[in-house]
């Protein structure tokens, strides 16, 4: 009786040790004093122009806790209102301080879908994440005006350097001076316009990325289409204004001819025929220097004296104004409802521009003569 009673003493001892460590592994984290930010400026506009300078400074006091804790800190920014749905969060590091440049601030207000060139009502406090819990400071109210985001900074973006890009106001063979496919769904998927003045080594062209040649790709070398790293360079067959698409991923590349020109009633040749754009190197936009538009009849643009491809309105007609550049829309890549044109306010002759280099921002300008 005693050895039993001795090895139930035992297993009690065990187990009440085994409890003692599970309760310590266990212990509750607690907060005990909130943390406290502030900021140097609770209105703010934003300019492109100074896009690397502070545009606002964060400090703060630190939480405490019950426990040593090593935590991480973020400047988290919301709308106002919202509750930090959606929220967008900067790194503070493990300082006490934080200063965002306009250019941050920015992308921050433009992925919370803040609108640009207005005062938007924007909330932030510092989150303190200690494993898998968080903690949260004061809360500080913010006027922020946020500029419209330069889209060839937004977009992802691959380069075509090659031999043609010299004649299209660029520089031949230089990655970070030749013309650049976007990516507007930011997908891996890239596509845009290229022009080509010549045929032979003169249109030569590959494709890029993050400006430089490392991992470069060209033709795979049975010219369908494939494309392999470090692969052969590209000729064109046809001189003009090339659409060209580009996955990434799956190596895999097309090219098409697509020469646009303005067609319309309220253009003096009709729904018969087409009036050319020409490509201006210098500015590197597609340019009708002079053409008599009326206010009773509508246009739109159109590649190759076709209907296949269309530059429109993205769903309505739309009224131009002189000098006021607007976005344009490609039919063949599924932007366009129905059938939309433009017109202009007052009938006279205009200089138009179309402005493709961004095929995530095409830009169609009417400036009355």
């Known amino acids: 009786m005693k050895q039993l009673f001795r090895i139930l003493t035992i297993a009690f001892i065990g187990l009440l040790v085994i409890s003692c460590e599970k309760d310590e592994d266990q212990a509750i984290l607690n907060e005990v004093t909130q943390a406290k930010v502030s900021s140097d400026k609770t209105t703010v506009v934003l300019s492109e122009i100074i896009g690397g300078n502070a545009a606002i400074s ?51 207000l433009y992925s919370l879908g803040a609108t640009p060139d207005t005062v938007n009502q924007i909330e932030a406090r510092l989150k303190t994440k200690v494993g898998s819990a968080f903690f949260y400071s004061n809360v500080i109210s913010l006027a922020a005006t946020p500029y419209t985001p330069n889209p060839d900074l937004v ?10 890009a010299g004649a299209a106001g660029y520089a031949d063979w230089t990655p970070n001076n030749s013309p650049n496919l976007f990516s507007p769904e930011k997908d891996g998927k890239y596509r845009g316009f290229i022009y080509i003045t010549s045929l032979g080594d003169a249109s030569k062209h590959k494709f890029t990325i993050n400006e430089d040649w490392p991992g ?3 033709d795979d070398g049975t010219l369908t289409g494939k494309l ?19 996955d990434w991923a799956a190596n895999t590349y097309s090219d098409i001819v697509a020469n646009f020109g303005i067609i319309g009633d309220a253009t003096p040749t009709g729904w018969g025929s087409d009036t050319d754009f020409v490509y201006n190197p210098a500015t590197k936009k597609y340019v009708i220097n002079s053409i008599a538009l009326n206010t009773t009849g509508l246009f739109k643009l159109r590649a190759n004296d076709d209907w296949t491809i269309k530059f429109q309105p993205q769903a309505s ?30 009938a006279g002759n205009y200089k138009i521009e179309l402005d493709i280099h961004n095929s995530a921002n095409y830009k169609l300008t009417v400036t009355k003569l």
């Open 228 to 246: 392999a790293v470090d692969g052969a360079d590209i000729a064109a067959t046809v001189v003009g204004t090339h659409y060209i698409k580009v």
């Open 155 to 164: 977009y992802p973006k691959i380069n075509v350097p090659g031999g043609y």
């Open 317 to 346: 007609d739309q009224t131009l104004t002189s000098g006021t550049g607007v976005v344009t829309y490609l039919s063949s890549e599924n932007t366009v409802t129905g059938d939309p044109n433009y017109k202009v306010d007052v």
């Open 216 to 218: 470069n790709k060209g």
């Open 58 to 108: 964060f400090t703060w006091v630190k939480p405490v806790f019950n426990i040593a804790v090593v935590p991480t800190q973020q400047i988290e920014f919301g709308i106002k209102g919202t509750n930090f749905k959606n929220s967008i969060g900067v790194d503070a590091g493990t300082d006490l301080n934080k200063s965002i440049t306009h250019a941050e601030l920015n992308a921050v």
